[in-house]
């Protein structure tokens, strides 16, 4: 009895420490952050957003998500009608690894998460990059977090908002953003 106990003391004690790393993994996003840049907590709920677009690039698909108010300026025209933007406006882009199916014509599916990137417009705290910060977070599957890019990467990233700003300086006429809005 004392033995079925103990063991069951044992599986219990088990069990709360994978429920607690699991916790801990799944907390470990929002505590990240790109030094000198943005933080993943900034975009809290990203996963919710709507989708902009797609994007297939390489080895590699992408979800492009908006918050509210980057939807609300696509439909009202932006970036086309040349206005900029509001500050508050945000994207992410959540890239994955593209895996083929065994599907009839064999699609192209997300398969592992390979990493997120974030922008965000507020021209006063992001002058000196067009108003946009940008942050870039690879994902570890082996570990199920998320670290700050960095010039490993590819694309190369530094370390602060500015990150993405090189880039997307070929876009300036579109205030700083690739990313269509396609008609739904």
Not at 6 to 14: E, F, N, P, R, Y
Not at 36 to 53: A, D, H, N, T
Not at 76 to 92: C, E, H, R, T
Request: with cysteine.
């Amino acid at each position: 009895m004392k033995r079925n106990n103990m063991l069951m003391g044992a599986g219990v004690a088990i069990g709360l420490a994978v429920l607690t790393t699991a916790a801990l993994a799944a907390q470990d996003r929002y505590s990240v952050k790109v030094p000198g840049g943005l933080s993943f907590s900034e975009f809290k709920g990203y996963q919710s957003w709507q989708v902009i677009s797609l994007s297939h690039n390489g080895d590699k698909l992408a979800a492009i998500l908006g918050n509210p108010a980057m939807i609300q300026a696509f439909e009202a025209g932006i970036p086309a009608n040349g206005k900029p933007f509001p500050d508050g406006a945000k994207m992410a882009k959540i890239h994955w690894i593209a895996s083929k199916t065994s599907y009839p014509n064999a699609p192209l599916v997300a398969g592992a998460l390979h990493d997120v990137d974030f922008m965000v417009k507020d021209k006063q705290r992001f002058a000196d990059s067009g108003g946009w910060g940008y942050g870039a977070f690879q994902f570890d599957e082996a570990t199920a977090t998320f670290r700050p890019s960095d010039t490993s990467d590819r694309p190369p990233q530094g370390n602060d908002a500015k990150c993405g700003f090189a880039c997307h300086t070929i876009v300036k006429n579109r205030d700083y953003v690739f990313t269509e809005f396609p008609k739904r």
